[in-house]
């Protein structure tokens, strides 16, 4: 029998692929953005980014971890298992279901696994069930619906590929970040920078707020946005 040089890539079958793990992020990094909160951070980002039409099933608690990003068919959940056994603590399992929410593909098994593991999270473009164990927190995750009805696990999938989630982009080992506004996702490249642009952020935003309060905000501000725009004010 012929064997396969250990060198090559492997021969992978039909629709399935395990891309390699993304570097990781400093743990100091990823715990400060817990403090940002997405708006902010998708101020500094355009303000036009981000996935639209999620919900946080887990209540209050904001994420940030790396992606792991895992491409499904709608429906079946094989390689979320095989994405959640290869996770490190901490990560983000970050799933595209095609927005299919006739079948659940996490639930609660799924998150006492991830509990079990420490996991940081999951992001799913797609349907959950068992939404009341969600409910207990622990474990944030955001989908686009639930359902009682169960997936199937006959594969195919992918894991650590690009994919797309409600309108926005994952590349594996993004940083993910979430709460009650929403999810966005940041490159490991732009991680650092927006974290000092977010700060200056919410500085900037904590004076507008006492002036706000103490009924003292400049009129100009918006004057002359008017003025620019052609209107004499």
């Given amino acids: ?11 992978w079958p039909t629709g399935y692929f395990i891309g390699e793990r993304a570097p990781e992020l400093p743990a100091a990094l990823i715990d400060a953005f817990r403090a940002i909160p997405v708006a902010v951070a998708g101020d500094c980002l355009g303000r036009s ?22 491409k499904i068919r709608p429906g079946d959940n094989l390689m ?61 995750a955001y989908a686009l619906g639930h359902t009682h009805r169960g997936p ?14 409600a ?10 970040l979430g709460d009650l506004d929403g999810v966005l996702a940041v490159s490991a490249q732009r991680a650092e920078s927006l974290l000092h642009d977010a700060r200056r952020h919410l500085e900037r935003e904590a004076r507008i707020r006492k002036h706000n309060e103490d009924g003292t ?14 209107l004499p004010v």
């Fill in 1 to 11: 029998m012929t064997q396969q040089d250990p060198t090559e890539a492997p021969a």
């Fill in 49 to 70: 980014v981000g996935a639209v039409g999620l919900t946080a099933y887990h209540g209050d608690a904001p994420l940030s971890g790396q992606a792991v990003t895992v």
């Fill in 80 to 140: 979320i298992h095989k994405a959640m056994m290869d996770a490190h603590p901490g990560d983000v399992i970050v799933i595209e279901g095609g927005g299919d929410l006739s079948q659940a593909v996490i639930g609660g098994l799924i998150r006492t696994t991830a509990l079990a593991k420490g996991l940081g999270g999951f992001v799913l473009d797609g349907a959950l069930r068992d939404v009341a164990e969600w409910r207990e927190g622990g474990m944030p």
């Fill in 152 to 165: 199937t696990k006959d594969g195919p999938g992918q894991i650590n590929v690009p994919v797309s989630i």
């Fill in 167 to 176: 309108g926005l982009v994952v590349n594996p080992g993004d940083l993910i």
């Fill in 217 to 230: 905000s400049d009129p100009e501000r918006f004057n002359a946005l008017l003025r620019q725009k052609g």
